[in-house]
């Protein structure tokens, strides 16, 4: 008899349906696992057989056969323990089988017959919806996998014992809860930052447009501590974005506890950081950080310092919104729809453009360092804004009125405005005017006659390019929506035109 059991493989954030089938037959004692099964996988034989030991159980002197079909789907991952040691049991005529078939299983087993977590529970939890099915996972999975559906049946087993009882009747499991992260609260503001007035409003309109920033500037300016306030003037995410961050997590096993959050992720990589950590890659395709930055910001302090090859790799997702892993017999695609935000030091020692400063080695620190970045980079960075160093009398002055949480209001109040325009136009997908292509650009940001005139005449002599254009009209678009405007006027496109003045004369290597 062939004992069945469904369990899944993952192929991004998307949950392949995966058969896991036993076969216990006569024949030389033996204990085979086939379908591709890499070593994790492969080296669950012996956590199974230690699993079954510790609940009782021991596995029949006979010759066992594991296939995980489809065969050719490579099996990736020790999510595959406990499906298997269920499928065992079934084959041994423990569990009842038709009661199994009604379940997708993952989860990794202990020696001692524990069921530990494992990452993409909350994916799993969505296919098993899809598919009609109830999920049993592992007892930390279980506030993540509640997300999926209220109405989804979830075993959520700390031990394979209780997976048994529970089917056998003998000890219920009640249904897990959806957990939500508790808001820690204590986010650094915005009213520690002194001066910086420029920075402080450029920063606001980056916030309520979704648009990538540069900020260069003098050591100690405070671009680092600017950034890191970034996160306490954006608006939570709704649910169908906690969602999509929320799975893209679970599969890199991010989810601390099986909690989501509605906060929008805030990434900040270290410049050494690879290639294969930015775009996502190695063992499992696990996403990397521009996609764990999906619907959230990835902040690259030190720009110039991170490879050239790192670099380039932002240009493809910053465009299509999605990063791709080639791997050997397919692509892994994950959704990367992040705000960038940089920031650097106008040269190596940072004080190129500084009144009463001379460079020892002249433009050539300047040029040398800035020639790291690439023309397309740039060109792709909306917001470039310069902040100039502190002077010890701006630090003794007064602190600033105003918080996060009165830049927030109004940048969500922003954010809601683009949103409903979006919703009505019927964009799918397009939530900011960062995301906004150019048919909609032609609908929504038409600036006025004066406007208009003042864009040509920019976009001249600036030498601008079709992207760079547009780049423009996107974020006078946002300057108009804070305004709460409907019709852009001079004054917009004026102040989106004066953060595309290349900071400290930027000049890229292209
Ligand atoms: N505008 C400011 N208001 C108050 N404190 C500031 C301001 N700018 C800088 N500081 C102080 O200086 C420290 C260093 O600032 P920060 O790390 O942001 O500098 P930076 O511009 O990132 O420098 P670097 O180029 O060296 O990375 C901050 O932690 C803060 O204490
Ligand atoms: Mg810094």
New binding site residues.
């Given amino acids: 008899m062939v004992a069945k059991v469904s369990t899944v493989a993952f192929q991004g954030i998307e949950a392949v349906p995966v058969d896991v089938q036993v076969q216990i037959s006569s024949g030389i004692v033996a204990f085979t696992i086939v379908g591709l099964p890499d070593k994790a996988v492969a080296e669950s034989r012996e956590r199974v057989r230690s699993a079954l030991t510790a609940a009782g159980l021991s596995l029949p002197a006979k010759r066992i056969t594991v296939n995980l079909a489809p065969a050719d789907l490579p099996k990736e991952g020790s999510h595959y323990d406990l499906p298997i040691a269920l499928g065992l049991l079934a084959a041994m005529g423990v569990l009842p089988g038709d009661i199994l078939n009604r379940y997708c299983v993952l989860g990794e087993l202990s020696l001692d017959g524990t069921v530990t977590s494992v990452a993409g529970t909350l994916p799993a939890a969505m296919a098993a919806n899809a598919a009609g099915l109830g999920l049993i996972c592992p007892q930390t999975g279980g506030g993540e996998a509640a997300w999926a559906a209220q109405d989804l049946d979830i075993l959520a087993a700390g031990n394979l014992v209780q997976i048994v009882n529970h089917i056998k009747g003998t000890q219920v499991l009640t249904r897990p809860e959806a957990r939500m992260a508790e808001d820690p609260g204590d986010l650094p503001d915005l009213v520690?930052?002194?001066?910086?007035e420029l920075a402080k409003r450029a920063i606001e309109v980056a916030a309520a447009g979704g648009h990538h920033m540069l900020m260069v500037?003098?050591?100690?300016?405070?671009?680092?501590?600017?950034a890191s306030r970034l996160p306490s003037i954006l608006p939570p995410m709704d649910a169908g974005e906690m969602l999509d961050v929320s799975m893209i997590a679970s599969v890199a096993g991010e989810l601390s506890g099986g909690r989501l959050s509605r906060r929008r992720p805030f990434r900040a990589p270290h410049h050494s950081a690879s290639q294969a950590a930015l775009v996502g890659g190695g063992l499992r395709a696990r996403p990397g950080e521009m996609a764990l930055a999906h619907n959230g910001v990835l902040f690259l302090?030190?720009l110039p310092e991170f490879q050239g090859r790192v670099l380039e790799s932002l240009r493809q997702p910053m465009e299509s919104g999605q990063t791709v892993i080639a791997r050997a017999n397919h692509h892994v695609t994950y959704p990367a729809r992040f705000q960038l935000v940089a920031?650097m030091?106008p040269c190596r020692c940072?004080m190129a453009g500084e009144p009463g400063f001379a460079c020892r080695r002249g433009p050539r620190c300047a040029s040398d360092y800035q020639a790291k970045l690439s023309g397309p980079l740039l060109d792709r960075l909306d917001i470039q804004i310069e902040?100039p160093a502190?002077k010890a009398t701006?630090?003794t002055l007064p602190a600033p009125s105003e918080t996060s949480a009165d830049v927030a209001a109004r940048v969500a109040r922003a954010r809601q405005t683009q949103h409903m325009r979006y919703r009505q136009a019927d964009a799918q997908n397009v939530r900011t005017n960062a995301q906004a292509d150019g048919k909609l650009l032609d609908r929504f940001a038409r600036p006025d006659e004066a406007g208009l005139s003042l864009l040509r005449d920019a976009a001249d002599a600036l030498n601008l390019s079709a992207r760079g254009y547009h780049r423009i009209l996107r974020v006078a678009r946002t300057i108009a929506d804070l305004d709460d405007a409907e019709q852009m006027t001079r004054i917009h496109v004026g102040e989106a035109l004066s953060y595309r003045q290349r900071p400290f004369g930027i000049q890229s290597a292209a």
């Fill in positions: 520690d930052v002194k001066g910086q500037g003098p050591p100690g300016a405070g671009k680092s501590m600017l302090d030190e920031a030091n940072g902040l502190l701006d630090l």
